[in-house]
T-cell receptor
Framework: DAGITQSPRYKITETGRQVTLMCHQT?????MFWYRQDLGHGLRLIYY???????DKGEVPDGYVVSRSKTENFPLTLESATRSQTSVYFC??????????????FGPGTRLLVL | AQKVTQAQTEISVVEKEDVTLDCVYE???????LFWYKQPPSGELVFLIR??????QNEISGRYSWNFQKSTSSFNFTITASQVVDSAVYFC????????????FGSGTKLNVKP
């Protein structure tokens, strides 16, 4: 199906384990983003990528690693999960224009619980 | 200072009432986009509208309308004859031409529409 998908949709893990959240988009958008959404904090940017092999930190990057070997995929890895990383994670993609970011389209989200 | 302020944390209305969600933004750029997203209880983020800074025309889409006023740096969202299905969290967002990689979200307004 066309669009942006995330997997898994739900994940329970334990403190200290490595977890990878997957994001896949079919629009060939240049930009991809990872956000976390927590009560009281709204959406906060973790990492973004302007193109394949180009990534950069957002507002809250500590404890996360990203890669983008292909335009359509943008996995997010928690190297050693902590309870504070319990959150809902959203992936988004967009195509920039001269006036700024085009609309960001969001995936359905991944609910992660770290025990 | 916050780039996007949604001062109304939560609003409750009775079905068929009109309701306006406020959004005030801050930017020094002359070229920027403003957005509204809806997040229903199911959790996904749904794009509603994008407005560029050069287009101050108000927009109407069915029961939804948006009032963009550069003079007051506001981009307010009105739902006419609200329905229970409008119950959701609504986010206002900003992207700037000169800050290409960022997408600023407000903290969201939770709308409760009671039957």
């Amino acid at each position: 199906d066309a669009g942006i998908t995330q997997s898994p949709r739900y994940k329970i893990t334990e403190t200290g384990r490595q977890v990878t959240l997957m994001c896949h988009q079919t629009w060939s958008h240049s930009y991809m983003f990872w956000y976390r959404q927590d009560l009281g904090h709204g959406l906060r940017l973790i990492y973004y990528s302007a193109a394949a092999d180009i990534t950069d930190k957002g507002e809250v990057p500590d404890g996360y690693v990203v890669s983008r070997s292909k335009t359509e995929n943008f996995p997010l890895t928690l190297e050693s999960a902590t309870r504070s990383q319990t959150s809902v994670y959203f992936c988004a993609s967009s195509e920039p224009t001269g006036g700024g970011q085009e609309t960001q389209y969001f995936g359905p989200g991944t609910r992660l619980l770290v025990l | 200072a916050q780039k996007v302020t949604q001062a109304q944390t939560e609003i409750s209305v009775v079905e068929k009432e009109d309701v306006t969600l406020d959004c005030v933004y801050e930017t020094r750029d002359t070229t920027y986009y403003l957005f509204w997203y809806k997040q229903p209880p199911s959790g996904e983020l749904v794009f509603l509208i994008r407005r560029n800074s050069f287009d101050e025309q108000n927009e109407i889409s069915g029961r939804y309308s948006w009032n963009f006023q550069k003079s007051t740096s506001s981009f307010n969202f009105t739902i006419t004859a609200s329905q229970v299905v409008d119950s959701a969290v609504y986010f206002c967002a900003l992207s700037e031409a000169n800050n290409f990689n960022k997408f600023y979200f407000g903290s969201g307004t939770k709308l409760n529409v009671k039957p």
